[in-house]
């Protein structure tokens, strides 16, 4: 949750965000807000060099609810398997278009906004019992980015169907939707149970990369004469951070390795 105000930051300052480890409708909605918020905020003339990405995390819903249905055991539960993490995917993809329509919008496009895309990351099918497209096909429609494994990619070139699938089936994710609830799956629960095992899977991950670049930082030929406080690879890094939930403030620290690096 503390990363949602990083967002509407970097935005006002006219820095493109990929804002990732979105787990429920809650948080995407928030992610909205925030990108909305950073864009009024900013104080731009003209923002159609601003973009963002929001990754909305999929398969790794089906993993975790997959198993509290299983716990639940009974055959209605177990019919629910499979379909938690798509029918999720639709109703993002119908709060998306509602929140990019309207007169706060409409304001924002005529100084040259663009939409903060929706992005299906964790496309790999975890379960071999599933469809090796389940996180593909079900998921394609306007202005959806879909960040495939090669296994899924290959699978979707080999067997997948090319057409606007996302919105076809609406009323369906709907009663999916309410029929885990009525089960007692806790939507919230759930992204914030993934949230909390992402952000610590980023961190370690993160962490391991200042390190490799401390060890190896005599060996990389870093530009470092700048004008702005960060480099570019500083700022792609940063604002990947701000998304992972790390605070503003350890920011600097990682500016600070980059500046202590000598270039070749």
Known sequence: QQCVPSIKEVISLGISVNVTLIFSLSR????????LD???SSGLSDLSKLTSVASFFVSR???LVDKML??????????????????????????????????????????????????????????PAYSDTL????????DTVSTMPDQALQAFID?????????????????IYSALEKLGIDWNE????????GVESFKKSFDSLLVSLQENGDSLKLVSHYETPLSWSAITISTRALACG???GKLVELNKRYRSFNPL
Not at 83 to 88: E, L, S
């Open 70 to 127: 299983e716990k639940i055991g009974t055959p209605e539960a177990l019919n629910l398997r499979g379909k938690a993490a798509v029918a999720q995917a639709a109703l993002a993809y119908k709060l998306y278009r509602k929140k990019f329509s309207g007169p706060r919008w409409e304001a924002l496009v005529k100084k040259g906004a663009k939409k903060q895309r929706l992005l299906w990351a964790s496309t790999s099918v975890k379960n």
């Open 61 to 63: 819903v089906d993993t």
């Open 135 to 142: 996180y593909v096909a079900p998921l394609i429609g306007p």
């Open 246 to 248: 790390w605070a503003p």
């Open 159 to 175: 067997h997948g169907v090319v057409s606007r699938t996302i919105d076809a089936n609406v009323s369906d994710a709907e009663g």
């Open 28 to 35: 995407y909605e928030a992610v909205i807000d925030a990108y």
């Open 190 to 197: 759930v992204g914030t149970i993934l949230d909390a095992d």
């Open 38 to 40: 950073g864009l009024e």
